[in-house]
């Protein structure tokens, strides 16, 4: 079946570095890769998405990647703050459908 | 805008009862909503899919008697978790999608059930 990986699972870095999580997924028809953001107990919160004919998507700090071909992609995170703390999940669709698949999640530590 | 809510935030019930999620889109008509469940450090799992007037489509592994998906109307679906068990203690979060058509599912802030 349909499957995304994510990796790192965990990932620390300094206040002020950058942050790179990748994705890969298996469904060639997935077409909407968003970016959730989730702290402790709350909602996942959507920070940024692309879509399979864009390659780049950037706003602010926050950049997305899409490699349709080897079916990879990654947020980047630059000038990192301790309020970037969170869970980090990327979804890909299900090609045809409004569903999504998760990653399994990367637990982003900023350290001041 | 696109704005969704749950309720109850929270809830705690004893193993064999009934516990009843509310999921609405304040701002915009939802055709698609979808149920989600999360363990604690884990990632959401896709239980159901629920479109406005017909019969919710539940996820492999996912028994539809036990998990009561109702999506009556644009704005409002319901889980009803039937004889609840300890092993059903999760964070139900529920999403929709708006009526212009777009991916991006919009999330409600979860319901933490706790099965005593």
Not at chain 1, 14 to 34: H, L, M, R, W
Not at chain 1, 60 to 73: E, G, S
Not at chain 2, 87 to 109: H, K, M
Request: glycine share 6%; aromatic share 10%.
């Amino acid at each position: 079946g349909e499957n995304v990986e994510q990796h790192p699972s965990t990932l620390s870095v300094q206040e002020g570095d950058s942050a790179v999580i990748k994705c890969t997924y298996s469904d060639s028809a997935s077409n909407y890769f968003p970016w959730y953001k989730q702290e402790l107990g709350k909602r996942p919160q959507l920070i940024i998405d692309i879509r399979s004919n864009v390659g780049e998507k950037k706003d602010q700090r926050i950049a997305v990647t899409l490699n349709k071909t080897a079916k990879h992609f990654s947020l980047h995170i630059t000038e990192t703050q301790p309020e970037d703390s969170a869970v980090y999940f990327c979804a890909a669709s299900i090609g045809g459908t409004y569903k999504y698949i998760f990653g399994t999640g990367t637990r982003l530590k900023v350290l001041a | 805008g696109a704005v969704v809510s749950q309720h109850p935030s929270w809830v705690i019930c004893k193993s064999g009862t009934s516990v009843k999620i509310e999921c609405r889109s304040l701002d915009f008509q939802a055709t698609t909503m979808f149920w989600y469940r999360q363990f604690p450090k884990q990632s959401l799992m896709l239980m159901a899919t629920s479109n406005e007037g017909s019969k919710a489509t539940y996820e492999q592994g996912v028994e539809k008697d036990k998990f009561l998906i109702n999506h009556a109307s644009l704005t409002l679906s319901t889980l009803t978790v039937t004889s609840a068990h300890p092993e059903d203690s999760s964070f139900y979060i529920c999403s929709a999608t708006d009526d212009r058509g777009t991916d991006t599912q919009y999330f409600g802030p979860g319901t933490r059930l706790t099965v005593l």
